[in-house]
């Protein structure tokens, strides 16, 4: 670990897992000095080809791959350590294998903080909740990375929102919010890089003000951190993330 270049790895399961909760905060560290690594687990084969379709179900791991490029460039971060594992099959592939496979990216790029899903995976996606419990195995076995944070939704803006398919968390438990205001475009542009998903998500017909407030802010649970590491936390991290 070195205080003049603070490292965030970010565990995520699918093509644009990265950018529609997160990507703002993800953009706004980029730009203070952060190095952003992303790793993600699979191609994404098993989601939408978009509506109307934009590719055959063929093309589609090809297309969101290209699409995960598109928005780590528009957010600034570091291109992504993509794996091929198979999309809604995560649980059914051994762990001690995936697990390695993620302890030799955090060998390559020593992150102090990792940002991964919550225990209810946010959507309740199988892939989601096994990627976050892999990813605190991984903080709870590699003592040199200080913090883990997990992407939220607070109740309160689930039920303004009325979206009780998430799986929001009680507000007293959200560590951080993010006002992504001064990345918007930013954040936009790397949502219309999943062309693929966004055309199919039912945010992408609501109003201006729904659509702002869903995205414009972004929440965060520090789900475990080391007190013993906290002095080895940069400045630019203590700031935007603690």
């Known amino acids: 670990?070195?205080?003049?270049?603070?490292?965030?790895?970010?565990?995520?399961?699918?093509?644009?897992?990265?950018?529609?909760?997160?990507?703002?905060?993800?953009?706004?560290?980029?730009?203070?000095?952060?190095?952003?690594?992303?790793?993600?687990?699979?191609?994404?084969?098993?989601?939408?080809?978009?509506?109307?379709?934009l590719c055959t179900p063929d093309e589609l791991p090809g297309v969101r791959k290209r699409e995960l490029h598109c928005a780590c460039v528009a957010l600034g971060i570091q291109p992504p350590h993509l794996l091929e594992y198979p999309d809604g099959h995560l649980a059914q592939i051994d762990a001690e294998r995936i697990i390695a496979e993620i302890?030799?990216?955090?060998?390559?790029?020593?992150?102090?903080?990792?940002?991964?899903?919550?225990?209810?995976?946010?959507?309740?996606?199988?892939?989601h909740i096994i990627v976050g419990q892999w990813t605190t195995e991984i903080f709870n076995r590699v003592e040199e990375?200080?913090?883990?944070?997990?992407?939220?939704?607070?109740?309160?803006?689930?039920?303004?929102?009325?979206?009780?398919?998430?799986?929001?968390?009680?507000?007293?438990?959200?560590?951080?919010?993010v006002d992504v205001s001064e990345v918007w475009e930013t954040k936009?542009?790397?949502?219309?890089?999943?062309?693929?998903?966004?055309?199919?998500?039912?945010?992408?017909?609501?109003?201006?003000?729904?659509?702002?407030?869903f995205f414009g802010r972004e929440y965060f649970v520090r789900a475990a951190c080391r007190d013993a590491y906290a002095d080895f936390l940069p400045a630019t991290l203590q700031e935007c993330l603690l």
Request: charged share 15%.
């Open 1 to 53: 670990m070195t205080r003049d270049t603070p490292v965030l790895l970010a565990v995520f399961a699918h093509p644009d897992d990265e950018t529609f909760r997160p990507g703002g905060t993800l953009a706004l560290l980029a730009r203070s000095g952060v190095k952003i690594h992303l790793l993600t687990l699979t191609h994404g084969e098993g989601g939408s080809c978009g509506e109307p379709p």
């Open 145 to 177: 990375i200080a913090a883990l944070y997990t992407i939220a939704v607070p109740q309160s803006l689930a039920n303004r929102l009325g979206m009780h398919q998430l799986h929001a968390v009680p507000d007293d438990s959200i560590a951080l919010g």
């Open 103 to 127: 302890l030799t990216v955090v060998r390559q790029v020593h992150p102090q903080v990792l940002l991964t899903f919550g225990p209810d995976g946010l959507s309740g996606h199988p892939d």
């Open 188 to 213: 936009l542009a790397a949502m219309r890089c999943h062309a693929t998903q966004w055309s199919s998500s039912p945010m992408a017909g609501t109003s201006e003000e729904r659509f702002r407030l």
